[in-house]
């Protein structure tokens, strides 16, 4: 009987290796020429699409909604990055090979799972975390929890709800100021306080806990040690098991120059980062990614796709301060337009767990983009500003980050508008392309930073 059931096991287990090879075979075939859905519509996603219309893998990209430099380079779709059955009805119908999803929103709902778990998209590979993976991002508690499991180094925490909030306020007193107050969701960039008074640090916390300051975002807040350092981001590629580091970037979060003002997703970008040496480099590889990744692998978290690692260095140690499991906005901007290696190959090599066979070829040369912002914004802002003078910019690359088309003018959609990306033999050079085609462009109350990569020189 029990020769029996294991040749019985044996032979299910064959032809289910037999079953499933087919489809991999068929779906490897079909990637030498391949539809591609590509998920937001900013900069990054601009960027993306730059890219991977360059490969010859690339049959058709689609974007879903994009704006008016997707538009030019590749079909845009009406369609919410959220709107998972009307994006499963679309990737049947257009034979989609591959998803790649820019933004944290549908990988935080769970597009990942909701492809796998779907027999009839089970065999197209989304290029994102699973929705547990997403987590990293999705919850500060979730992120802080992995970081001291995998003995990641990270601030000194604790968190809190509206249940516990005077445990909050007492914890509070225990640290020393500034005070840096998180609220545990997503909060479109606006969650973190950083507050120098201990009276108005209690004073928020409370209101985000018992008045939903952030909204359900703000039900529980992560309070953390303040790390006084200098910033950084690490961008990583990953299958699952093995990964790719990608160039180090910096974004200038502030609106104002000097780093002043209110924070934004971020007002510009420059790569590599000249400050990060291989010392430092090397220390962020083997104290902070590579245990990351292989957390993946301990806590069987499906990860497929980028982790931006938010650090801060404190004298020459680095430390986490948060999970991204996207691309940056900016950063985007400038680390994609360095990569040499072809963008659809090395998602393809992520799909089939094949990263540690791709050689990543980096662009040796200084990339910086520079944001064209509404006037007003971060807070309100006009839309609709018609752009001109994108036909004479020269030697720089505009990507669209907010912008549509409306009767054949391109016109300002959003709060950032334009990344103007340049490259130079050092980011000086770059820096200076940017802004002589800055010169050129013009929308009505068009703001942007003078001040890009002036704190590196
Ligand atoms: P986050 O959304 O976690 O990236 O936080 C937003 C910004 O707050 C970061 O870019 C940092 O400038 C700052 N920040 C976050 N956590 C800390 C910390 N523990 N110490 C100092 N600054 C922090
Ligand atoms: N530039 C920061 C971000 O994308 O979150």
């Known amino acids: 009987m029990y020769h029996l059931l294991v040749a019985l096991g044996k032979f299910l287990l064959f032809n289910c290796f037999l079953s499933s090879k087919p489809i991999i075979f068929a779906r490897q075939l079909k990637t030498t020429h391949m539809t591609i859905l590509l998920l937001g519509s900013g900069g990054r996603e601009h960027a993306f699409a730059w890219k991977m219309v360059q490969s010859p893998l690339c049959e058709k990209l689609f974007v879903a909604p994009g704006n008016a430099g997707t538009a030019a380079i590749a079909t845009n779709l009406a369609m919410s990055p959220t709107d998972f059955e009307a994006i499963k009805a679309f990737a049947i119908q ?15 709902k769970g597009i990942y799972d909701f492809f796998l778990n779907d027999p009839a998209l089970h065999h197209i590979p989304v290029i994102g975390p699973s929705k547990i993976g997403a987590q990293l991002e999705g919850s500060k508690e979730f992120a802080k929890e992995f970081l001291i499991k995998h003995n990641i180094p990270t601030a000194a925490y604790d968190s809190f709800t509206a249940e516990t909030v005077e445990q909050g306020c007492e914890f509070l007193e225990t640290l020393q100021p500034p005070y840096v107050l998180k609220a545990d969701g997503l909060a479109a960039g ?24 952030f909204g359900v975002a703000s039900s529980k807040v992560v309070i953390e040690e303040f790390l006084d350092g200098i910033e950084l981001s690490c961008f990583v590629l990953t299958d699952g098991k093995s990964y790719k580091i990608l160039p180090t970037a910096k974004d200038y979060k502030r609106i104002g120059e000097g780093d002043t003002g209110l924070n934004t997703g971020g007002m510009g970008a420059v790569s590599p980062v000249p400050y990060v040496d291989a010392v430092l480099m090397e220390k962020i590889e083997t104290r902070i990614v590579k245990p990351t990744i292989d957390g993946f692998q301990k806590d069987g978290i499906a990860y497929k796709g980028f982790v931006f ?3 801060i260095n404190v004298n020459n140690e680095p430390i986490v301060i ?99 990306t340049s490259y130079g033999n050092d980011f000086q050079e770059a820096i200076k392309k940017s802004y002589q085609n800055i010169d050129k462009l013009h929308f009505d109350k068009m703001f942007f930073r003078k001040d890009i990569g002036n704190d590196l020189k």
């Open 190 to 213: 606006k969650g973190v306080l950083i507050i120098q008074d201990l009276a108005e640090a209690k004073e928020e916390l409370r209101n985000m806990l018992v008045h939903q300051k």
């Open 309 to 311: 690692i938010g650090l």
């Open 322 to 420: 948060e999970y991204n499991v996207r691309m940056g906005d900016p950063e985007t901007e400038v680390v994609i337009p360095r990569l040499k290696t072809d963008l659809v190959e090395l998602f393809l090599a992520v799909a089939n767990e094949k990263l540690d066979e791709i050689n990543l070829e980096i662009d040796p040369r200084s990339a910086t983009t520079v944001m064209l912002v509404s006037g007003g914004y971060p807070e309100d802002f006009e839309k609709g500003k018609v752009i001109t003078g994108l036909e004479n910019v020269q030697d720089s690359i505009v990507f669209h980050a907010g912008t549509k088309l409306d009767q054949g003018a391109v016109v300002s959609n959003g709060g950032r508008v334009l990344a103007i």
């Open 94 to 108: 257009e034979n989609v090979g591959m998803v790649v999803v820019g933004p944290e929103d549908p990988l935080v």
